[in-house]
């Protein structure tokens, strides 16, 4: 199994979580963010969220010093997908979902508040970047994912090879929700170099944002 590990100018790091008290600290994080914050999961009694998806995903933190500030989780195709269980309301009718080796799915894609920056925070910048290279470690070309739709818009401005899947739906709980995978073999070269370069040199995500001006 090939793990996924970026850095940033500034200092933070994206690692893959195998583990140990760091784990502990990425499923007290999530837990804060998707459990309490968003309300998208009930509260767990020991403050952690884990769930089945957890034992076979690959799970990373973004680490600032010694503070997880950012989660991703990426899962395999031939493992289940939550987008086939959790969000399948969200697939119209016969739609043909993907699975094997060129497919995964993206879930627990968050940052701390005090981290985003108008969207695009180291840590975010970080998160971005993971998208297309464990892709590329893992050579998924289409990479499912459920987020809400100003989110959706926002990563399709700046630039990534988003595919809707169906209309947005609200899930349990009432949160309006869009279905869709990035295309990678569509991504612009262009794209992809910016993205590398952005999580590296500052400006550069500056220049970016503002020709994609992310509104709700």
């Not at 992809?192 to 220049?207: C, D, G, K, N, S």
Request: charged residues 25%; neutral net charge; glycine residues 8%.
């Amino acid at each position: 199994m090939a793990f996924l590990s970026l850095s940033s100018q500034e200092g933070l790091r994206l690692e893959t979580i195998r583990g140990g008290r760091r784990q502990t600290e990425l499923l007290r994080f999530r837990h804060e963010i998707f459990r309490e914050k968003l309300k998208w999961v009930e509260l767990s009694a020991d403050g952690l969220d884990k769930d089945e998806y957890d034992a076979f995903s690959h799970n990373l933190a973004v680490i600032d010093g010694n503070e997880v500030v950012g989660s991703v989780r990426y899962t395999e195709g031939h493992y289940p997908f939550m987008i086939e269980k959790e969000f399948a309301r969200l697939l119209p009718g016969g739609f043909a979902l993907r699975k094997g080796r060129h497919a995964g799915e993206v879930t627990r894609f968050a940052v701390a508040s005090r981290c985003l920056n108008g969207g695009m925070g180291s840590a975010s910048r970080l998160l971005y970047l993971s998208l297309y290279e464990w892709s590329r470690l893992h050579d998924v070309k289409w990479l499912y994912f459920v987020v809400e739709p100003p989110f959706f818009r926002h990563l399709t401005r700046l630039g990534f090879p988003t595919v809707a899947i169906g209309e947005a739906k609200k899930l349990d709980g009432g949160v309006l929700s869009q279905a869709g995978y990035m295309d990678w073999p569509s991504a612009s070269p262009d794209f992809i170099h910016w993205l590398r370069e952005a999580a590296v040199f500052p400006a550069a995500t500056q220049e970016r944002s503002r020709a994609y001006d992310y509104s709700h």
